[in-house]
C-alpha cells in the first residue's frame, strides 16, 4: 500500500531556507501536494506537482521531484514568521481519484 | 477566493449518539470528500463522493458512518453511535474533477466523550 513519511520537525532562522523532505512508496503516483496546517486552522494547498515534472517553482517556494528515488522536497526561501506551522506531503495515485495518502507532517519552526 | 466551509469548528457529544458534520464545497466542485485527523496521528482519507453516490470508501468508513448531499449545496457526514474512538477533526473536501486538486475546509474537531 501506499506510505508517505516526513521528517517531523524543522527549525530554521528568519531570513533562511527551508527544505523539508518527503519520501514515498506508489510509483504510480500522478500528483504530489503540499499542504500547510496553522494551529487550529484547515489544510491549505500551497503548491502541487505533477508526476511528469522534476521542479515547480512558485514565488519563494520551489517543489523537487526525484521520481526515481520517491523523494519530494519543498523549499521554502528567505523563511519568514509567518510560515511557522506544520507541513504536510500527500500523493494520488493513478486510478486512485483523489484518495490522497499524506504524510505524518513536518513542524517547521521559524526563529528570530 | 471561494472556500470550502464547515460547521459546526467544534462539536462535543456523548458516546451513543449521533451527530453530523455540515460541509458547504465551492460551488463549482463535483467531487467530494471527508478525511479525519485524529490527534498526533496522520490525516486519513474517508470517503469520496461523486454525482450522489459514494465512489470510494476507506476500511474506517464502517456502518456507522454515512455520507449525504441533501441539497444544491451542503455535503454532511453522519456517524450514527459515536464511539471514543471517532474523536478527531474531520476535514471536509471538494475538487472540480477526480484528479484535480483538493480543497479543504478547516475542520470540525470532533470531541467525543
Known amino acids: 500500500g501506499e506510505d508517505v513519511e516526513q521528517s517531523l520537525f524543522l527549525s530554521v532562522r528568519e531570513g533562511d531556507s527551508s527544505v523539508i523532505n518527503c519520501t514515498y512508496t506508489?510509483?504510480?503516483?500522478?500528483?504530489l501536494y503540499w499542504y500547510k496546517q496553522e494551529p487550529g486552522a484547515g489544510l491549505q494547498l500551497l503548491t502541487y506537482i505533477f508526476s511528469n515534472m522534476d521542479m515547480k517553482q512558485d514565488q519563494r517556494l520551489t517543489v523537487l521531484l526525484n521520481k526515481k528515488d520517491k523523494h519530494l522536497s519543498l523549499r521554502i526561501a528567505d523563511t519568514q514568521t509567518g510560515d511557522s506551522a506544520i507541513y504536510f506531503c500527500a500523493e494520488s495515485i493513478t486510478g486512485g481519484g483523489n484518495k490522497l495518502t499524506f504524510g505524518t507532517g513536518t513542524q517547521l519552526k521559524v526563529e528570530l | 477566493e471561494p472556500e470550502v466551509t464547515q460547521t459546526p469548528s467544534h462539536q462535543v457529544t456523548q458516546m451513543g449518539q449521533e451527530v453530523i458534520l455540515r460541509c458547504v464545497p465551492i460551488?463549482?466542485?463535483?467531487?467530494f470528500y471527508w478525511y479525519r485527523q485524529i490527534l498526533g496521528q496522520k490525516v486519513e482519507f474517508l470517503v469520496s463522493?461523486?454525482?450522489?453516490?459514494?465512489?470510494?470508501k476507506s476500511e474506517i468508513f464502517d456502518d456507522q458512518f454515512s455520507v449525504e448531499r441533501p441539497d444544491g449545496s451542503n455535503f454532511t457526514l453522519k456517524i450514527r453511535s459515536t464511539k471514543l474512538e471517532d474523536s478527531a477533526m474531520y476535514f471536509c473536501?471538494?475538487?472540480?474533477?477526480?484528479?484535480?486538486?483538493?480543497?479543504f475546509g478547516s475542520g470540525t474537531q470532533l470531541s467525543v466523550l
Open positions: 506508489d510509483s504510480s503516483s500522478t500528483y
Open positions: 473536501a471538494s475538487s472540480v474533477q477526480a484528479r484535480e486538486k483538493l480543497f
Open positions: 460551488s463549482n466542485h463535483l467531487y
Open positions: 463522493f461523486y454525482n450522489n453516490e459514494i465512489s470510494e
